[in-house]
C-alpha cells in the first residue's frame, strides 16, 4: 500500500494562499481515492476535500467551497489542496488520506481511510 507525505503548510494571513502537496509512494497511486482532512486543537478531524481515483469527482466541506481546490495528477502520484483566501477558522494540522477506489466516487469520513500522512500545520493570522 501507499505511504503519504504532505508539505506546504505555514504561518499566513487572513485572504492568503497556500498549496498543500501529498506525494505518494509506490506504483499504484492511481487506484486510490484521496482525501483532505483537518483538525483543530480540540476538534475532531472533518473532511476538507475528496477526490476520485480519475480526478473525475470531487467533494467539498461547505465551509471551502469556492476557496479550496483538490487535484491530482497521477504520473507525479501526487494529490493538491489549493487553498486560496484563507481564514483564521481555517487553521489546523491538514492530513492527507487514501484509500482504495471502491463503489464509491469519493469518500469523506475518516474511518474510510486506512492510509494517512503525518499531517502539515497550516495557521492563519488575523
Known amino acids: 500500500q501507499v505511504q503519504l507525505v504532505e508539505s506546504g503548510g505555514g504561518l499566513v494571513q487572513a485572504g492568503d494562499s497556500l498549496r498543500l502537496s501529498c506525494v505518494a509512494s509506490?506504483?499504484?497511486?492511481?487506484?486510490?481515492?484521496m482525501g483532505w482532512f483537518r483538525q483543530a486543537p480540540g476538534k475532531e478531524r472533518d473532511v476538507v476535500a475528496a477526490?476520485?481515483?480519475?480526478?473525475?469527482?470531487?467533494y467539498y466541506t461547505d465551509s471551502v467551497k469556492g476557496r479550496f481546490t483538490i487535484s491530482r495528477d497521477n504520473a507525479k502520484n501526487s494529490v493538491y489542496l489549493q487553498m486560496n483566501s484563507l481564514k483564521p477558522e481555517d487553521t489546523a494540522v491538514y492530513y492527507c488520506?487514501?484509500?482504495?477506489?471502491?463503489?464509491?466516487?469519493?469518500?469523506?469520513?475518516?474511518?474510510?481511510?486506512?492510509?494517512w500522512g503525518q499531517g502539515t500545520q497550516v495557521t492563519v493570522s488575523s
Open positions: 488520506a487514501a484509500r482504495r477506489q471502491g463503489g464509491s466516487a469519493y469518500y469523506t469520513t475518516p474511518d474510510d481511510y486506512y492510509v
Open positions: 477526490i476520485s481515483w480519475s480526478g473525475g469527482s470531487t
Open positions: 509506490g506504483r499504484t497511486f492511481s487506484a486510490y481515492a
